[in-house]
T-cell receptor
Framework: GAVVSQHPSWVICKSGTSVKIECRSL??????MFWYRQFPKQSLMLMAT?????????EQGVEKDKFLINHASLTLSTLTVTSAHPEDSSFYIC??????????????FGPGTRLLVL | DAKTTQPTSMDCAEGRAANLPCNHS???????VYWYRQIHSQGPQYIIH???NNETNEMASLIITEDRKSSTLILPHATLRDTAVYYC??????????FGAGTILRVKS
């Protein structure tokens, strides 16, 4: 159980275009999903927390107008990188929070989406 | 959440137990110890978590000292596929996961 998928797994786009990344919890419902970014040789950095049916909460320094997050259902959250530029090239990873056989919610991560902006 | 300290890297022979230490001397009573790992170019994978009792699942065992100031993740029979970055995180319910640098575990044949 607790499988999270992301689509696409990798994407190459031209500078100035927008890219949408989907994150799905396949076998559980997640009221909260998270979006992370990871640059080469660095650790994961939380970008935003997404709750179903409400606006996302962004971490300091993350532009909410550039990284649009929609959490329309309990199994789907999307991240849209608007007007992408080469410096947005990174590994984007989502996670979904689940309470499975325990009292503490645990985050389960998707496989990641590698974005390359030319 | 409490800061954790892990060695930068470790090597382990294939088939042997891999013991990954983590210090969390300022951990509070409400904070769990979580372990994740990240294999190259993949999303992190949940391994195990615990509060104060030792825990075991199909992937690993987690040994937490009685004073809760440190813990050890044990992979009983390491394989080459266990080569990854292992993250130890102290987390209170409702708070955000904060990833440090972790420990690079290299399993060698």
């Amino acid at each position: 159980g607790a499988v999270v998928s992301q689509h696409p797994s990798w994407v190459i786009c031209k500078s100035g275009t927008s890219v949408k990344i989907e994150c799905r919890s396949l076998d559980f419902q997640a009221t909260t999903m998270f979006w992370y970014r990871q640059f080469p040789k660095q650790s994961l950095m939380l970008m935003a927390t997404s709750n179903e049916g409400s606006k996302a909460t962004y971490e300091q320094g993350v532009e909410k107008d550039k990284f649009l997050i929609n959490h329309a259902s309990l199994t789907l959250s999307t991240l849209t990188v608007t007007s992408a530029h080469p410096e947005d090239s990174s590994f984007y990873i989502c996670s979904a929070s689940a309470l499975l056989a325990g009292v503490q919610e645990t985050q389960y991560f998707g496989p990641g989406t590698r974005l390359l902006v030319l | 959440d409490a800061k954790t300290t892990q060695p930068t890297s470790m090597d382990c022979a294939e088939g042997r137990a891999a013991n990954l230490p983590c210090n969390h001397s300022t951990i509070s009573g409400n904070e769990y110890v979580y372990w994740y790992r990240q294999i190259h170019s993949q999303g992190p994978q949940y391994i195990i978590h615990g509060l104060k009792n030792n825990e075991t699942n199909e992937m690993a065992s987690l040994i937490i000292t009685e004073d809760r100031k440190s813990s050890t993740l044990i992979l009983p029979h390491a394989t080459l596929r266990d080569t990854a970055v292992y993250y130890c995180i102290a987390l209170e319910y409702g708070n955000k996961l904060v990833f440090g640098a972790g420990t690079i575990l290299r399993v060698k044949s």
